[in-house]
């Protein structure tokens, strides 16, 4: 039996920052489908902006093993470092990367708590 997991729904929320006109281009053209109401947690990213190419989002679905110490901040580190290395691979410039994570096996245990 594999180990019990959290599972986190981590956000990196940025701002684009010196795009090359070849980006803008880029990602103008598929603004349409990075839409927030498209939008999901996926464990390989779910990229997220509109067109006025100012801010951006990256949505994340991490899980760590139970019993890691810190699994919160864990999770945290590593959806800040995918967003990263998506935001450098694709040579879209950014500033100002802030990370949220919820811990979405809390979530489960306070409805679970509510409903007893």
């Not at 070849?22 to 779910?46: K, M, P, W």
């Not at 902006?49 to 100012?54: F, I, K, T, V």
């Not at 979530?107 to 409903?115: K, N």
């Amino acid at each position: 039996m594999p180990p019990a997991q959290q599972v986190f729904r981590v956000t990196v929320r940025g701002r684009f920052h010196e795009l090359t006109d070849a980006s803008r281009r880029q990602l103008a053209a598929a603004a349409d489908e990075h839409e927030i109401f498209r939008s999901a947690y996926t464990t390989e990213g779910t990229f997220v902006y509109d067109a006025r190419l100012d801010f951006f989002n990256l949505r994340y679905e991490i899980r760590v093993d139970a019993g890691e110490p810190e699994p919160s901040e864990l999770a945290g580190v590593l959806a800040q470092h995918e967003a990263e290395t998506f935001l450098r691979t694709m040579r879209y410039g950014h500033r100002d990367l802030k990370v949220e994570t919820v811990d979405l096996s809390a979530l489960w245990l306070d409805a679970e708590e509510r409903r007893n």
